[in-house]
């Protein structure tokens, strides 16, 4: 079933300062579970509205295909990925989030991932819409229309900003950056 695309506004939905948005996927991504703090930050009245959608609804078109690509390796490979992202509401509003997922496993086999997202510091958002934007021009940049070479293209882009920053890994920067534009 294809989901109906959302239009984005240029409004922010500010989340509660303490809030803490979790949800559970399969290994295809479909939500299987998703808290309170989820359903109101994300603007669905129940977890129904979201229970057995990909996780992809909300997805906000402006984010670089390449983070995406970067968290599916990781997971896919059984480890854990911190990033930033741009999340779009029902409405089509946005918000910020840093997130944690961890693949899930029973008996040896992937059962699916569990996300658990914060609040993003202000700092952390300014810092992060450069970086995303320099993903989204590698991407666009490409003449040839091919989402490997462009997700490729633009996280080897991310892996050379954040060691300008003075990093080694990405999850060291986003960390760093999240504590630093007091996280918790």
């Not at 402006?62 to 968290?71: A, D, F, Q």
């Not at 202000?122 to 091919?146: G, H, I, P, S, W």
């Not at 890994?169 to 534009?181: A, I, N, P, Q, T």
């Amino acid at each position: 079933m294809k989901e109906r695309a959302v239009t984005p506004t240029e409004r922010e939905f500010s989340l509660r300062e303490h809030a803490l948005l979790v949800s559970r996927s399969d290994p295809n991504g479909f939500i299987t579970y998703a808290n309170r703090d989820l359903l109101e930050a994300s603007g669905y009245d129940d977890l129904h509205g979201l229970l057995n959608r990909p996780h992809r609804v909300l997805r906000h078109p402006w984010m670089p295909r390449g983070i995406y690509h970067l968290m599916w390796k990781k997971l896919k490979a059984g480890k854990e990925f911190f990033g930033f992202f741009k999340n779009i509401r029902r409405d089509g509003d946005h918000y910020w989030v840093f997130v944690h997922v961890l693949p899930e496993a029973h008996q040896g086999k992937n059962v699916g991932f569990i996300a658990s997202r914060r609040p993003a510091p202000f700092a952390a958002v300014q810092k992060m819409e450069r970086v995303y934007e320099r993903m989204n021009e590698v991407e666009r940049l490409l003449t040839t229309y091919d989402p490997l070479k462009q997700c490729t293209a633009s996280v080897e882009e991310l892996r050379a900003m954040v060691r300008r920053f003075g990093y080694e890994k990405y999850s060291h920067f986003v960390r760093d950056l999240y504590e630093e534009g007091g996280g918790r």
